[in-house]
């Protein structure tokens, strides 16, 4: 389908530009607003109300006068309305792909795939609404009864970033929802437009006011300062950067808040001299190049087994050279933009100074000049071990390649890294696999599979990367509390 201006400028009109605080949108009190930019051609796409301190306030006292009804909702109730909100979403898919593409770059083709991918956490938390079970037993000694039950955690600020607008909401949301949790949404400034259509979505699916409130804005520690200084507020929900997600949980010990942090990454991607190497090398490009590279499961780190170094290289660059950059809303494109110049500035400064310190272009290796912020897909090769680029999250469209001599040492390369997210092991020895895995420090390994994200598998991290788990039965646990009740001897 051939996206045209008009088709653009009437979605974009259709999503609401208010801030959403007990069930209405309405206007930032200091009437303050921020302009979302597309990252293509760097043009103004929406003006959005910028929340304040007093609206986040607001957001809070919405939440806070739910919580006690919502979490006495019949876990039907609450399941229903996420299946709606999944049926909703799965019908605009269309819409929501392209406001994704619009505000944030990606090309259409992978705007569609996080939609089904987002709305997948509705269909699934929806299931596990009904599911959240508890455990009667008789105590070791035999004579009393325990009960163990689960209750919500209570209103929660969830904050997201700028690089899967619809995913890292309905990550967060629907099993908020399932646990019975009223919610302020803050999401990142650059790409807020896909979270207000989403928050609209979820009113219509009869969600009830004050449950989700969501405030954007263009100052995040304002809404974080006095939210997480507010004894009502019960859990922070961190979606980010590792150094805003350590301020976060520094805040966060003034008032013993639980958290969910999911933070950088810097993965691994190892081939091993019997890896089927046509599998490998699909294999990098999704997880190299999907989102651009802009993904916390990026593979930052391609290190191959020296025998097979050279015809790796050889076969990712080509593919890598045939990918065509673009606006994503162009039908032949499947490199985006980066998201902002800075972003584009840091990759490239990354980039320099690996070559600066011997490592060969094999293709790529410079910004790409026009308006919007595209840089060329590159490969890297003779990249050294202790180079930046390597410790580095890139964060863009750039695969350094260097070597390793066996097992012992990919494992040591692999866990040489502060992070500690996702990995990819490509071989075909599956005893290799289950070696491997057991000694390397990442919460998700990929076997042979480029991308292994899923509603139901628990995603997040270790070391660096963060605390927590999101989707998966994991992901509800993140949003409840235990309550233990000792029963006497009847
Ligand atoms: P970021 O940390 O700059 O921002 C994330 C969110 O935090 C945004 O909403 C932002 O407005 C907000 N924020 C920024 N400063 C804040 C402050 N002082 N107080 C409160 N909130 C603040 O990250 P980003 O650039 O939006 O996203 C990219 C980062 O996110 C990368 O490091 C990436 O690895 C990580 N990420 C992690 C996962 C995961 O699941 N582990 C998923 C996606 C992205």
């Given at each position: 389908m051939t996206i045209t201006p008009t088709r653009e400028s009437e979605l974009l009109a259709s999503v609401p530009t208010g801030l959403l605080i007990n069930g209405q949108w309405r206007d930032a009190s200091d009437g303050g607003t921020f302009d979302v930019l597309d990252p293509a051609t760097g043009q103004k796409l929406a003006t959005l109300a910028s929340a304040t301190s007093e609206d986040a306030m607001a957001a809070l006292d919405a939440a806070d006068a739910v919580q006690k009804t919502w979490a006495l909702t019949a876990p039907r109730e609450r399941a229903e309305i996420l299946r709606r909100a999944f049926d909703l979403v799965t019908a605009r898919a269309e819409d929501f792909a392209l406001l994704m593409s619009l505000e944030m770059g990606k090309p259409l083709p992978e705007a569609r795939g996080e939609v089904t991918y987002g709305a997948e956490f509705l269909r699934w938390f929806s299931e596990e609404t009904v599911r959240d079970y508890g455990r009667y037993l008789t105590t070791p000694e035999g004579k009393n009864k325990m009960i163990v039950q689960t209750k919500p955690v209570g209103p929660c600020l969830l904050i997201t970033p700028w690089n899967f607008p619809l995913a890292m909401a309905t990550r967060k949301v629907a099993p908020a929802i399932a646990a019975g949790c009223t919610m302020v949404l803050k999401p990142a400034k650059l790409t807020p437009l896909t979270s207000q259509l989403f928050a609209a979505t979820m009113m219509e699916a009869g969600l009830p006011a004050g449950v989700l409130n969501v405030v954007s804005s263009q100052s995040a520690s304002k809404i974080s300062g006095p939210l997480m200084q507010d004894d009502r507020l019960r859990k922070v929900s961190f979606t980010g950067s590792t150094a805003v997600g350590k301020m976060l949980m520094k805040d966060a010990a003034d008032k013993v808040l639980r958290t969910s942090m999911e933070l950088g990454g810097n993965a691994p991607f190892l081939v091993f001299e019997d890896a089927d190497l046509d599998a490998a090398v699909e294999g990098a490009m999704a997880a190299k190049m999907r989102n651009m590279g802009e993904a916390c499961t990026a593979a930052n780190r391609f290190l191959v087994h020296e025998s097979v170094a050279k015809e790796f290289t050889t076969k990712f660059a080509a593919a890598m050279g045939e990918l065509k950059t673009g606006r994503g809303t162009e039908p032949d494109s499947t490199v985006g933009p980066i998201i902002d110049a800075g972003a584009r500035d840091d990759i490239h400064a990354l980039v320099?100074?690996?070559?600066?310190?011997?490592?060969?272009?094999?293709?790529?290796?410079?910004?790409?000049?026009?308006?919007?912020?595209?840089?060329?897909?590159?490969?890297?090769?003779?990249?050294?071990?202790?180079?930046?680029?390597?410790?580095?999250?890139?964060?863009?469209?750039?695969?350094?390649?260097?070597?390793?001599?066996?097992?012992?040492?990919?494992?040591?390369?692999?866990?040489?890294?502060?992070?500690?997210?996702?990995?990819?092991?490509?071989?075909?020895?599956?005893?290799?696999l289950f070696r491997v895995a057991e000694q390397i420090e990442f919460g998700l390994v990929g076997f042979n599979a480029g991308v292994i994200s899923n509603a139901a598998a628990p995603f997040g991290g270790v070391k660096q990367s963060g605390l927590g788990r999101e989707g998966g039965a994991e992901g509800l646990a993140e949003y409840t509390t235990t309550q233990y009740i000792g029963i006497a001897d009847p």
């Open positions: 320099t100074q690996a070559i600066e310190a011997g490592a060969t272009v094999v293709t790529g290796g410079a910004p790409i000049e026009g308006p919007g912020y595209f840089y060329a897909p590159t490969v890297l090769s003779n990249v050294a071990n202790d180079a930046e680029i390597l410790r580095q999250e890139i964060f863009g469209p750039v695969a350094p390649v260097t070597t390793f001599r066996d097992e012992a040492h990919a494992i040591e390369l692999a866990n040489a890294s502060e992070y500690g997210l996702a990995s990819y092991i490509y071989t075909t020895d599956h005893n290799r």
